[in-house]
């Protein structure tokens, strides 16, 4: 009895992790008193020369002899040697949903009446994806690889996504407004493409959502410069402004160098604004003087005051 139990061995998940869809334990003989180990969240599946011997999906500890061959399809009649055993392989599959988060591989164009290629965008957001058919999955996946990461379905996903952005994107999105109003239901097509993309595969998307469209950064920082010299009106106002601001903020208060350098001159062009502003309300005031005394009719001179008589002049 001893000597039997050396061959037995466990069948189970080796080498689980997360993001695993599924992994296969293979090449190696189920010996008499050997066990399955079925943990919570996964699905074990019998496979004989590629074919589907049977599925079992309770979690447990299980004498294979006893209480799995007995359900097997076709090896029902199979009985152990005293050293030999039964070749077959266990693909274990996830069977918890996945979410994932995708992102635009390349820029997406919306048309733009001055701009011949249109302005370019990005989208991001996330999708949920299961395995929906064993079947399809081993014929299509499973039976060429030993195991299958969420990473591989992001990267068949993503390589249709922007083609399927494209598609929604001219049918629903005329401009960054209409895209924000109709992401639900650009991604509600979106969702529905993709699945019938990967349902051949055994996978199914049950979910799909776009968090935001943004412009790239070079072109959101161009939008918000023009928007910001159109709210002015004025380059040299703007800069003014900008200047004014940072120093009362404080952005430009002890920033090094460079910024006392700025601080200086702006309060040095701030005061030649000021000079200029009191010459000017001077000669203003020269201009409606009186040219003589309207009380004793003398000459005026530069003074405020009647040299003759000292009336005020202004």
């Known amino acids: 009895m001893i000597f039997r139990k050396q061959f037995a061995n466990v069948v189970e998940w080796e080498e689980f992790r997360d993001d ?19 943990r919570p969240g996964q699905d074990a599946i019998f496979l004989n ?27 029902k009649g199979f009985k152990f040697g005293f050293n030999s055993g039964m070749r077959a392989e266990v693909l274990f599959v996830n069977t918890k949903e996945f979410t994932v988060k995708w992102g635009t591989k390349n820029a997406i164009h919306i048309p733009h009446p001055q701009l011949p290629g249109g302005i370019p965008i990005r989208a991001n957001g996330t999708f949920n994806v299961k395995v929906h058919d064993y079947v399809a999955l081993i014929d299509k996946i499973a039976g060429i690889k030993e195991a299958y990461f969420v990473e591989d379905v992001k990267l068949r996903i ?17 401009d960054m407004f209409n895209l924000q109003a109709n992401a639900f239901d650009i991604a509600k097509g979106i969702r529905e493409d993709l699945d019938m993309i990967i349902l051949k595969d055994g996978l199914t998307i049950t979910g799909f959502n776009i968090i935001s469209f943004n412009y790239p950064e070079e072109i959101q920082k161009m939008i918000t410069k023009t928007a910001s010299h159109s709210m002015v009106g004025d380059m040299g106002k703007y800069q003014q402004v900008e200047m004014v601001d940072g120093i009362a903020s404080g952005r430009v208060k002890g920033g090094g160098a460079a910024s006392d350098m700025a601080g200086m001159m702006m309060g040095m062009n701030v005061a030649s604004e000021m000079m200029k502003q009191m010459n000017q309300d001077q000669k203003t005031a020269s201009q409606k003087r009186p040219n003589f005394c309207p009380n004793c009719g003398t000459k005026t001179g530069e003074g405020n005051f009647c040299s003759n008589c000292g009336e005020k002049l202004i």
Do not use: C, H
């Open 20 to 38: 695993m869809i599924f992994w296969k334990w293979s090449n190696r003989e189920i010996k008499k008193g050997s066990r399955l180990i079925i």
């Open 49 to 75: 020369s590629g074919r589907v011997e049977g599925i079992f999906k309770d979690e447990g500890d299980y004498d294979i002899e006893s209480q799995i061959i007995p359900f097997l399809s076709t090896l």
């Open 158 to 174: 993503v390589s249709a996504l922007d083609q399927l952005l494209m598609k929604w994107i001219s049918r629903e999105g005329k």
